[in-house]
């Protein structure tokens, strides 16, 4: 009866700040465990997502008119167009890269067609889909690959390859949100497409993994393999697609190739700026480099914010109940005159500070149960799932050492406090 009508005194006066600290509790918890598991994701991902040293990659078949770039009409000139048309590994080679820089070197082209868009893919889910995804850009023509250049970048990279027959496809997908909406096409069983002119039907009813630009994440919205006799004609190709490795075992060695791609003073690049000719790139080190120090920022901001506030939370807590234990010295005084042992009054005060740390932390775990799911859902491609439990083990080891200190150390003095002189 003594430790109930100790709680609802501190209930009737403390209703506003155990709000306060439950938010932050709450606050603590669900920041602690999305930036871990946030963090987690990106480095087991960057491992599977940058499986070779370099990409490169260039626009094919270049329009004769002009055309809308980056705010800007760009006409482009003959060599230029020219060079859109010819393999990328020839175009490295006439501007002087040494090819010798370069193993396991596998180069195929990415098709794309105006008369098969994202909208032709979906059909009669497009306007369910349109309501429910009103930002994505509909009229964006699919990439498509034929089989053997599929499995050949795939036996490089190291991940499943395929086989289809010759009316069938298949639709790569790795994106978790683009993967949903292409899975509600291809599970009707619905999913037939006509590709340059002859007809094709999915071989799965869902999306199958994988990739093939190297990326920090899952980030593939889609790339449909058809056959090798699929009839696919050169002014289809959208892209000259390279992946390789540097012909180099030794990090100064690599370091020493990736500048002849990103220096601007290497006679590579120069030559390519003369002719006015762009190759983009991705390379293993720069997506690390990158990756990593955005991690590193997140989970270092991320841990600052939520012991700040755990701190906060226990450091309020402990005030209060050190106080009102000064202030009801009197009555437990009282409870030794009336026949009470120091046992019972110490399990009494430790049920009570029990009572008051526990409360406000249950509630915070409720209501962050929910706050970590969604806060996850908002992240997807970035943070998953299965990286949650690691990260909230971690979170509840934090918790409960800070946590558990401030309450092990409220009880000590809040004992040293009511003690008999």
């Known amino acids: 009866m003594f430790v109930l009508r100790q709680i609802n005194n501190k209930i009737n006066t403390m209703v506003v700040s155990m709000s306060v600290i ?32 370099v990409n490169l990659y260039k626009i094919a078949n270049l329009p004769e008119r002009s055309v809308n ?3 800007k009409e760009t006409i482009y000139t003959e060599e230029q167009r020219k060079d859109s048309k010819i393999p990328l590994a020839d ?27 994202w909208s032709d893919f979906l059909e009669d889910k497009l306007e369910q889909l349109k309501a429910k995804f009103p930002m994505l850009a509909y009229d964006t023509a699919e990439e498509i690959v034929k089989i053997s250049d599929y499995n050949k970048i795939a036996k490089l990279y190291g991940i499943d390859e395929y086989e289809i027959n010759d009316n069938e496809y298949i639709m790569i997908c790795d994106f978790a949100s683009m993967k949903e909406v292409r899975n509600e096409v291809l599970v009707d069983g619905n999913n037939s497409l006509t590709i340059a002119g002859k007809q094709y039907k999915s071989k799965y009813n869902e999306c199958k993994n994988g990739f093939i630009v190297m990326s920090t994440s899952h980030t593939n919205t889609g790339i449909i393999v058809v056959p ?8 289809m190709k959208e892209i000259h697609f390279l992946a ?4 180099d075992d030794t990090e100064e060695g690599k370091k020493k190739i990736e500048e002849l791609f990103s220096k601007n003073d290497s006679a590579f690049i120069q030559n390519l700026d003369k002719k006015g000719l762009e190759i983009e790139g991705l390379t293993k080190t720069r997506i690390m480099e990158g990756s990593i120090g955005l991690a590193t920022i997140v989970t270092f901001i991320a841990i600052y914010l939520g012991v700040i506030f755990l701190i906060a939370s226990s450091a309020i807590l402990a005030l209060k109940q050190l106080t009102d234990s000064s202030d009801n010295k009197q009555r437990y005084t009282i409870l030794r005159k ?13 049920r009570q500070i029990g009572i008051f740390f526990g409360v406000p932390l249950l509630l915070a775990i409720i209501h962050s149960i929910f706050g970590i799911q969604f806060a996850v859902k908002m992240m997807s491609g970035l943070a998953s799932e299965k990286d949650l439990l ?10 409960g050492v800070i946590y558990g200190a401030y309450f092990l150390a409220t009880y000590f003095g809040s004992k040293n406090i009511i003690k008999e002189e």
């Open 22 to 53: 439950c938010l932050m509790l709450f606050m603590t918890i669900s920041i602690l465990s999305s930036s871990l598991s946030l963090r987690n994701t990106m480095g087991r991902e960057l491992v599977e997502m940058t499986p070779v040293d």
């Open 69 to 71: 770039k980056y705010g």
């Open 91 to 117: 175009t490295l080679k006439s501007n002087g890269l040494d090819m010798n820089v370069l193993k396991d070197m596998v180069e195929i082209p990415i098709y794309a067609s105006n008369d098969l868009t």
């Open 228 to 235: 090798d006799n699929c009839p696919l004609t050169d002014d």
């Open 244 to 247: 390789a490795n540097y012909n």
């Open 338 to 350: 009336i026949g009470c042992d120091e046992k019972m009054i110490n399990k009494s005060l430790f």
């Open 390 to 399: 690691p990260s909230a083990v971690v979170t509840v080891v934090v918790i």
